[in-house]
């Protein structure tokens, strides 16, 4: 059964950077969409990055130049998440997210069916 374990989140100010990691356990298979998530308080979750089994990846518009995505198909599977030029609206809990397919769908919370446990980004100004 597939398990995704996040880490990497922490504390940082404003203008600072962090890297978020994301390893999948049990799944061994080719055909994966894996995809980052985030959610503040109060608020809903939203998409903030995709990367399909081909290597193409999306991004949410309020983080494109500031953060990067990638993954590593080696076993364990492994997506991470650079997030550069951080600005306190980031601040939220980040959840990894996988679903079954080889293209990834829009990245609505509802189109992605494994998630992990999330990790916490708080950007300070």
């Known amino acids: 059964q597939m398990r995704l374990v996040e880490s990497g989140g922490g504390s940082v100010q404003a203008g600072g950077s962090l890297r978020l990691t994301c390893e999948v356990y049990?799944?061994?298979?080719?055909?994966?969409?894996m995809g980052w998530f985030r959610q503040s308080p109060g608020k809903e979750r939203e998409g903030v990055a995709t990367a399909d089994s081909y290597g193409r990846k999306t991004y949410a518009d309020f983080v494109k130049g500031r953060f990067t995505i990638s993954r590593d198909d080696s076993n364990p599977y492994t997506l991470e998440l650079q997030l550069d030029s951080l600005k306190p609206e980031d601040t939220a809990m980040y959840y990894c997210?996988?679903?079954?397919?080889?293209?990834?769908?829009?990245?609505?919370?509802?189109?992605?069916?494994?998630w992990g446990q999330g990790t916490q980004v708080t950007v300070s100004s």
């Open positions: 997210a996988a679903v079954l397919r080889r293209l990834c769908p829009p990245p609505r919370v509802s189109d992605f069916d494994r």
């Open positions: 049990g799944y061994t298979g080719l055909s994966v969409c």
